[in-house]
């Protein structure tokens, strides 16, 4: 049954919530506030939020705010509004901060390079604390300046200015890319790599270069391109038309990017993956769009910004975050396959 709004006159207070289970109003404090752990006894904060629940008591989060010195908001800083990845992580987000009574507030910083200028007036005032997601290290200059907790998302591990990091297996799941097209027995690929200069696919590259290059025989060559489809398309058209042996395999930074490489090989009249394996990165909605459907490496991007948003809670309360990176896992689908037995040129 909903409760019917009360008048503001005949709303229950912390007093009644007090009375009602023979507490002290510092102890409704503690319970309703989430602090009552080492403090208060399981039954007695069971007794207060039973107390509470049946008065309809809804606490004064004005007043609260400004006792507890705090906005109850956190910014999350993405390179894109667009892109479904972010989506998926403000989503993640935004679920944990609600079950704790935050709001969180989406902003986008140019590809993740920047610079993400201070949104507000004053960051500071407005704000709880900043979770950022696959940032450049001088992407957020600015805001670190307004001397906020800040939670770095699938950034580089060296960079020790972050308040606490969440990170993504992501050199793992390019290595699992290669040594899934490696195991059927491709020499000759392309990377098709995000021409953005930042941490996350600075690690791809390396682990891709790694773990080909320890096969013998293997070569990679790379061709950088814009995080879009016609970028993809014609960073492909170069790469596989360009002089000497075709390559076999395209290993491509974003699944994006590897649609972009589906179409121009269409174009080229190859097939998928009869002529050219194609892979992506991230398990977009995309990658199960387009026929064959991508072999792609899922990241888990809801529970990325579950645990960005943990982790800032964690440090607004004076906890250790949680640590550890997230895995991230290859999966297989039909746009990749052993290469021809004669890979002739186009």
Known sequence: MTRAPQPASARPTSRDVARAAGVSQATVSLVLGDKWRGRVSEATAVRVRHAADGLGY???LAARQLRLGRTRTALLVVPALTNEFFARVYT???AVAAEHGFGVVLYPSPDGVGPAR???A?????LDGVIASSMAAGALDALRGADLPLIMLDSDPADTSAAARVGLDIADGMRQVADHLLALGHRRFVHLAADIDSWTFTARARALRDAVGAVPGTRVRTVG???DVHAGREAAQRALTAAGPRPTAVVCDDDVLAAGACKTARRL????PDDLSVTGFGDLALATAVEPELTTVRLSA???GERGMAALLAVLDGRPAQPGSLPV???ARGSSASPPENAERV
């Open 58 to 60: 809804l606490p004064n």
């Open 329 to 331: 896992h290859l999966v």
């Open 92 to 94: 993640g987000a935004a």
């Open 225 to 227: 391109a814009a995080l």
């Open 269 to 272: 009249g190859l097939r998928v």
């Open 302 to 304: 809801e529970q990325v």
């Open 122 to 126: 004053s960051a500071r005032a407005s």
């Open 118 to 120: 201070d949104p507000f």
